[in-house]
């Protein structure tokens, strides 16, 4: 199929109503739009270099059999990333990536993207990546549930970029941000996405020759909208508005993403240097071989929660609760709120039980123990969105943790999205005023099946 002009004949008083209603279905069904044009564009210079290192590192780099660096139901990917480079001394430059062809194409969106970000970020001179949430891409195949989806895989890459970032140098990431202005800066070129956030990269240590593989190009014109059309149109109209509000800014800290106790102390946490070599041997289990987990491998592994990332995290009420099998760990009691609980249930080992509460997903039956994130319900859905948006992104960030203490232990792990939450609720002892965000199970790792979000990406034609 290619791009046409609308048929002149269909005007035609000779034209049966019949054959003009077919024709015109026939090009609605079959009508491409054209692809913008694009010329080659300059190598990048070194602040843009250090952005693609930490986007290749962070998101695309690949360890042993070809695993990706970050995990996402359904192996789709529902966000873009863009770079506002506004090191040197003219307007900022925007650069979108895409990130399966590894294109860096430099757009006509800078200045009004700048513009809308202007007094957010600690420098106006910093280099920015930007992710941009495209809900449309889960919803599709998961209905309105695929809005949380794309929220959390989007957290996953973006706490995986921030480990990548401070593994090179001084990052930040930045969650308050405002979103109806960027989302009308945007518009003309990437409408129906929303900024989920900001990565602040300061000048980078020692300049580095720019990551390979990649192609540079500079689109002239002003891109033409990319989106599904009215399908697009229709997903995002029943993302409800509220979920955009919120503060432009909060401050930066350097925090864990839960507090520490005394079975989990801070230095529990992912040293220093070896997030990227993590990240890529990262893995997401498909069967569990039923074995125990030693104790102090499991601690080690939930211990990766004591990491502290440069945020501008600000809310309370997010809690984790590990579910083991019965004697396995002995908790001290004498935890300090939001510091990880250990809940000895047989639960755990009862397989229908595991089934029922993951959505007849029984081969995670086989898992030794089940990490659940949750928050207070009252704070998180009853003073607006910001805290709703705060603690899916502490889930997501903690979640990620594990998945790189997992590979530091060599023990298999993987999110679950689809749950039961009052089962899992019942099971750990909580309570209806704790909201279930997530669960991540561990145990030793059965290398039989693959799973999808190891797999390639799969994109529909016309997906740039």
């Keep these: 199929m290619h791009t046409r002009d609308p048929i002149d004949r269909l005007d035609s008083p000779a034209t049966t109503a019949d054959e003009a209603g077919l024709a015109r279905i026939w090009e609605e069904l079959t009508a491409i739009s054209a692809h913008p044009e694009l010329a080659a564009d300059t190598a990048p210079g070194p602040h843009l270099a250090a952005a693609l290192h930490v986007v290749d590192d962070g998101i695309l780099a690949k360890g042993p059999g070809s695993i990706r660096s970050v995990p996402s139901a359904g192996a789709i990917f529902p966000y873009d990333v863009l770079v506002l480079d506004r090191s040197g001394p003219g307007p900022a430059v925007l650069y979108r990536l895409n990130l399966d062809r590894r294109l860096c194409v430099r757009t006509a969106a800078g200045a009004p993207l700048a513009e809308a970000l202007a007094g957010t970020t600690d420098s106006d001179r910093s280099v920015l990546v930007l992710l941009a949430a495209r809900p449309w891409l889960s919803i599709r195949k998961y209905g309105p549930r695929g809005y949380l989806y794309a929220q959390i895989d989007t957290g996953h890459a973006a706490t995986n970029m921030l480990g990548t970032a401070l593994d090179r140098g001084t990052a930040r990431l ?103 070599e993590l990240s890529r041997r990262r893995r997401s289990s498909k069967r569990f071989g039923r074995q125990p987990l030693d104790p102090a491998v499991l601690l080690d592994c939930v211990g990766a929660l004591m990491t502290a990332l440069p945020c501008d995290l600000t809310g309370s009420g997010f809690g984790v609760t590990v579910l083991t099998p019965p004697g396995r760990i002995t908790d001290p009691g004498d935890n300090p709120a939001g510091a990880p609980d250990f809940v000895g249930t047989a639960f755990v080992t009862d397989t229908a039980a595991i089934a029922r509460a993951c959505t007849g997903q029984s081969h995670l039956a086989g898992a030794d123990a089940f990490v659940l994130l949750h928050a207070d319900r009252a704070s998180t859905l009853g003073t607006g969105p910001d805290p709703l948006r705060e603690a899916v992104f502490r889930s997501a960030a903690a979640a990620h943790l594990l998945y790189l203490g997992a590979a530091r232990n060599a023990v298999g792990v993987t999110g679950v999205g689809g749950f039961d939450a009052a089962q899992w609720l019942a099971a750990a002892g909580l309570d209806h005023t704790r909201e279930l965000l997530y669960v991540v199970a561990l145990g030793n790792d059965r290398d039989d099946a693959r799973k999808l979000d190891r797999a390639e990406i799969a994109y529909a034609q016309g997906e740039r």
């Design 174 to 276: 930045r969650l308050a941000l405002p979103r109806r202005r960027l989302a009308e800066a945007l518009a003309d070129h990437l409408p129906w996405r929303e900024v989920h956030s900001v990565l602040e990269l300061d000048a980078p240590r020692t300049p580095a020759a720019p990551p390979e593989g990649w192609s540079y190009l500079h689109q002239e014109q002003p891109a033409p909208l990319e989106s599904a059309g009215y399908l697009e149109s229709v997903c995002w109209a029943r993302i409800p508005r509220l979920l955009a509000d919120g503060p432009d800014r909060h401050q930066v800290t350097t925090r864990t993403v839960v507090e520490s106790g005394p079975l989990l102390p801070a230095a529990a946490g992912i040293r220093p240097g070896e997030w990227t």
